[in-house]
């Protein structure tokens, strides 16, 4: 059943009845479950999550994890938020990026209130897109015409909203700012303004649907484009210590993704090793020593990058508890707790991998399919191994190549 905004509100304001942000994440991943893992294998094989799977996924409430309370959100508690993304990750792995993804965009806060406004005003809507190549805005009256062709739209085929990122230009060349630098906008359209193109043919996280997005000469107005800078919050609605976390709590997000895929993978084969006996051999998988090692390491890798997380994350609330913006200093553990747990999930599904043998291979058995999406997701920019030199460099006096950790 489809249930009209004033429905879904009303849901949202019972979950936030609840004294525990813990138990509104177990309400609502026992709620989409069932969904979910009843269309994983067509959103596999669509390249897409079903229809019905993101029905169930909105009308929980799950694209509102970050959204502020003041416009029918959540606000949850990132600890809180990272854990449930996992667990949304355990049961399909395109489910929880997708979810993971749209709630960050949503949280973004660099925008007037009459923007927000308007961005949120469909309960059942939610954003997608991301900021790679940059596209051309050419400024106009109260506003830019915006061209563009951006990769990664994940969940783009269902949002309502995407996101881009544009040059500003005068007579098609880019304007330098007084950095020297190109000036560049982040900029948010209507999804009915653009065109999606099926470029989303990959190794791993197939069924996130992340083709790309293309606009050409769309008018966006002053109040949806952002200069990016510094981050500073324009609407009171954003002024909560998860909105002064910033950018920093993208790679623990992508990372939360890579945990839930790995303890899936591990789930499956602890029940498989207590059933498989190795072809020629007579000693099952769970009486060698060898798997009872490896499973033993397996979870303590998963545990260890979950838990990294945690720490990170409560060190950096504390410190904008008092209202100050996170700075890199602070920030630096969120980036490195995230490269650190897409590496410990990685090592973690490779682990089961070569413990399950030839049934790993199998198309009928997901062994496969958490290889190939561990590894995928372990590509995003803002948590791969790279982040560790970016991180490096700080460490040693030196100035980031990421641009994204001086806003």
Excluded at 52 to 58: G, K, R, Y
Aim: glycine share 8%.
């Amino acid at each position: 059943m489809r249930l009209s905004n004033g429905k879904i509100l009303k849901r949202r304001a019972e979950m936030r009845t609840e004294n525990s942000p813990e138990r509104i994440a177990e309400k609502m991943v026992a709620e989409v479950e069932p969904v979910l893992r009843k269309y994983a294998a067509q959103a596999e094989a669509e390249r897409r999550l079903a229809p019905e799977a993101i029905n169930a996924i909105v009308e929980t409430g799950l694209m509102r994890t970050w959204t502020p309370r003041a416009y029918g959100g959540l606000e949850m508690h990132p600890v809180s938020a990272f854990k449930m993304f996992e667990a949304i990750a355990r049961i399909d792995s395109a489910a929880g990026w997708i979810v993971a993804n749209s709630s960050t965009i949503a949280s973004f806060s660099w925008f007037p209130v009459e923007a927000n406004k308007e961005m949120r005003a469909d309960l059942r809507g939610f954003p997608a897109g991301s900021w790679f190549p940059p596209g051309t805005a050419e400024p106009v009256e109260g506003g830019y015409r915006v061209s563009g062709q951006w990769s990664f739209g994940s969940g783009c085929n269902y949002a309502n909203w995407l996101t881009g990122q544009a040059l500003v230009t005068e007579n098609g060349v880019p304007k330098i700012g007084p950095d020297g630098k190109p000036i560049a906008l982040i900029v948010f359209f209507r999804a009915s303004e653009a065109t999606i193109i099926d470029t989303w043919h990959t190794l791993g996280m197939r069924g996130t649907g992340s083709n790309d997005v293309r606009i050409e000469q769309v008018f966006i107005p002053d109040r949806r484009c952002w200069t990016i800078a510094p981050l500073t919050v324009t609407d009171p609605a954003f002024s909560g210590p998860l909105y002064r976390l910033g950018l920093w709590i993208a790679g623990p997000l992508n990372a939360s993704v890579a945990l839930g895929i790995a303890r899936a993978a591990l789930d499956d084969f602890i029940e498989l090793a207590k059933k498989k006996t190795p072809s020629y051999t007579q000693t099952g998988l769970a009486d060698r020593p060898a798997i009872q090692e490896r499973v033993a390491r397996a979870q303590a890798l998963i545990d260890a990058g979950s838990s990294y997380i945690e720490t990170a994350t409560r060190a950096a609330l504390d410190f904008v508890l008092d209202g100050r913006k996170i700075d890199i200093e602070h920030g630096s553990g969120l980036a490195l707790a995230g490269s650190f747990a897409h590496d410990a999930a990685c090592e973690a599904v490779d682990l089961v991998h070569a413990c399950a043998g030839t049934t790993a291979i199998r198309q009928e058995y997901r062994f496969q399919q958490y290889f190939r999406d561990v590894h995928t997701v372990s590509q995003h920019a803002f948590s791969c191994w790279n982040r560790f030199e970016s991180i490096g460099k700080l460490m040693l006096g030196r100035e980031s190549d990421w641009a994204f950790y001086y806003l």
